[in-house]
């Protein structure tokens, strides 16, 4: 790789940990096989080669967004228009999202959401019910945008053509990318668009994705994995001022099946147009982070191992109070009343010695 696709920078830092819960090679080569390269200035991971706009188009259009539910007639495959478990996380993603939004005192009562990447819809339908937003759903899933608009009342909705390019009858007061902005294959490229042509004059941005420290590298259509620090240098690199921003446990219901889950945290970020202060272009922070993903990736398999041993520990420990219990039960039930009251008589007198 010759240079990061972020800041231009030409030294770069192939990732060389990988481990059996945060893989950081490509779950799926045939989508795109890739190598992971941590900037060394701006420290972004950037994988290396990138999915080509059309790739990411043309996957996003096949079967991304299969329900896994799909009944199939000779030729014939029918789906679902709603993905179960996902609708439920992404209606709780809005949890933190509030929570910013109280924490930084920003006012969007009956104001212009857009979600980016808004699929069902069920991010924007917590807005509407809670802040009586006006909310534009914007998505690349016709069957998601269908049922946002119908069955939540999702104000309008519009279909992905140029992410880059595409315009918005209204001015927007604050844009949200929920799990999407790691998926961009050039955000300097978007927050620009979103800066110049999608937001109001007092316009906001609010971006959740995966955390660096604790996150796989292995989805190939996550160009880009950030850190605070990283996150930070593009949107301000793009004139954004960062108001909030920091990592959070995932809200709600964990898949236990999904071992990672236990560790995984996210960056949650709320921004707003015109940076104030200056933009230090050349922060050198690659290699800190580079450290400290390769630091927090070994301690989340500790972590598991020690916690998995610590339960089976438990186990075997309430195993032989069982074992135990019911021997006592079983022996005790056979003592005749009258070694019973021996050993009882017995017991008084051996204690009336200590008198
Ligand atoms: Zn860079």
Redesign the pocket.
Known sequence: MEK?N??E?EKLILVDFNNIFLRTESKNKNVHDYKNFI?K????LNQSPQMSEEQLSKYYNSDYRNTGHQLTFNEKVIDFPLKFDQTGISFQRFHYFQKIIEKTNLDIFKKNILDFGSYQGSFLYACKKFYDSYTIGYDYNDEGLKFSKNFLEIDEVFKTKDIYSDLFPKKIKICTLIHVFEHLGNPNKFLKHVHKNILEENGYIYIEVPDIQSSHYSDPTHCFTYSQDSLKYVLEKNDFEILYINNHKIFGKIDKNIPRRNFQYNLHCLAKKNLKKSFNEFPKQ?YKIYIQSKKNHSKVLNKYILNKTKELLKDLVELLITICSRLINYFSSRISISFYEKIKINISKFLRNFK
């Open positions: 990061c972020i800041c920078y900037c200035n701006c420290g972004v690659g």
